[in-house]
């Protein structure tokens, strides 16, 4: 008696999959990159912490040349022991300037995203490319929102006093940086958590 010989199924055409991503794993070069950026992305947090009151300074010094470029008015930054004073004017005097305080910055929203980024790099399983790209976007959104709120504080206050101040400053800044926080937390877990095609492909059996 003979055995029967089944031919083997050829395997469809494609790239090789890698043995490490079918398990959920990254592959060597994802693994060296997570334990390169995760520690990077922890200190950066340990950083924005503990220099916060340096990186207010800088982020005022940004507003700083949005509201002379984009307004045109004269700016004077002076780095005051509590928080950073921007004041802005025309041909007139300097009047009433805006202090950039530790509640008001982006440190205290980019701060937790570079802890929770580096938290994942380090002990998930996610595609280091992508948390890192999530990061980068979601902190790129968060400074440009507060860059603008700082700007058009300066534009209301400038043309309506403390009024337009109040206005801007309390209900309308406060609400957009919600937004803005809210917006950048959900695009970050969309983009770690999103399941592309190719990464189907990868890891299926």
């Known amino acids: 008696m003979t055995a029967d010989v089944y031919p083997q199924p050829a395997r469809p055409p494609g790239p090789a999959r890698s043995p ?20 990077l992305l922890l200190g950066l947090c340990g950083v924005l912490v503990a220099g916060e009151r340096a990186y207010r300074f800088h982020e005022m010094a940004g507003a700083r040349w949005l509201v002379s470029h ?36 982006s440190d205290l929203l980019i701060a937790p995203l570079a802890l929770l980024a580096g938290v ?16 980068f976007l979601a902190a790129a959104l968060v400074v440009a929102a507060n860059l603008g709120r700082l ?5 209301m206050q400038h043309r309506y006093g403390d009024e337009g101040f109040g206005w801007t400053h309390v209900l309308f800044g406060s609400v957009l940086m919600m937004a803005a926080g809210l917006i ?5 877990l969309h983009l770690i958590t ?6 189907a492909e ?3 059996p």
Do not use: K, N, W
Not at 70 to 90: F, K, N, Q, S, W
Not at 120 to 135: E, H, K, N
Not at 151 to 155: E, F, N, Q
């Open 20 to 39: 490490l991503s079918r398990h959920g794993r990254a592959p060597l070069s994802g693994r060296v990159l997570a334990g390169v950026a995760g520690p």
């Open 70 to 105: 984009a307004l045109g008015l004269r700016t004077l930054l002076l780095e005051a022991p509590d928080a950073p004073v921007l004041y802005a004017a025309d041909a007139g005097g300097f009047g009433r300037g805006i202090a950039l305080t530790t509640g008001c910055s």
């Open 120 to 135: 994942l790099l380090l002990f998930g399983t996610r595609r280091p490319a992508r948390v890192l790209l999530g990061f």
């Open 151 to 155: 700007t058009l504080i300066v534009a």
């Open 184 to 188: 950048a937390l959900l695009l970050f």
């Open 194 to 199: 999103r399941t592309s095609t190719r990464d």
């Open 202 to 204: 990868a890891d299926a």
